[in-house]
Structures are given as C-alpha cells and as structure tokens.
C-alpha cells in the first residue's frame, strides 16, 4: 500500500513538500512515479525516479521547480515542490513500477491522493 501525503494549500511562489510512504514493502526496489489530475483532465505523470536513486525523470513543466528523492531509511519517496503556480492545483499521486516508463498503466499500488491547492 502507497499513502502520499504532505499536501494543502499554498501561495503562488511558495514551496510544498509530498510524500510518498511504502507500508508492507520496500520503496527501494521500485521506481517511484509522482503523478497528478484535475477533475475532468488526465491523470499525468509529474516526475519519477529510479529504483536506485540515481536518475529522475521530471515532467517539462516540473523541470527547475519539483525534485523528486528518495530517503530509503524511512522507506519513502518526497515530491518537493517549489516556485508553485495555480495551475499545479490537481491530487498528487504516487505509485510504481519497475522502470520510470511514461505509461500510466504500468503503474501500480496507487494509493489515495494527496490535494494541493495552489491560489494567486
């Protein structure tokens, strides 16, 4: 089971941090996707990383703003989220996969989301 948490409202400009805690497995044999939807769009894939750590993967428009890393001793993977925009409002997701691929249905173990609400 995946939970994300951490999320809320925040200002345009100002920062959020997400996570993502593994309960009855170990994140680190995963890649882990952070993904988010706006009610009536698609569900999108915000950035991901490797099992190992060593590789992320950010979405264009998270590029320079969100960062993605892992902390394998409390078994959990943090979004955070910086230089936020109202149009970042949407539920944060996390989930995994074997590989950080950018199909969605590849993904598993998709847990509740977290909402963030971003205001000007």
């Known amino acids: 089971q995946l939970q994300a948490s951490g999320g809320g409202s925040g200002q345009a400009g100002g920062s959020l941090r997400l996570s993502c805690a593994a309960h009855?497995?170990?994140?680190?044999?995963?890649?882990v996707g952070w993904f988010r939807q706006v009610p009536g769009k698609e569900r999108e894939r915000v950035s991901c990383i490797s099992n190992s750590g060593d590789r992320t993967y950010p979405a264009d428009f998270a590029k320079g703003r969100f960062t993605v890393s892992r902390d394998d001793a409390e078994n959990t993977v943090d979004l955070q989220m910086s230089s936020l925009k109202p149009e970042d409002t949407a539920v944060y997701y996390c989930a995994i996969n074997t590989i950080c691929g950018t199909t969605l249905f590849a993904y598993s173990y998709w847990g509740h989301g977290t909402l963030v609400t971003v205001s000007s």
């Open positions: 009855g497995f170990t994140l680190g044999d995963y890649a």
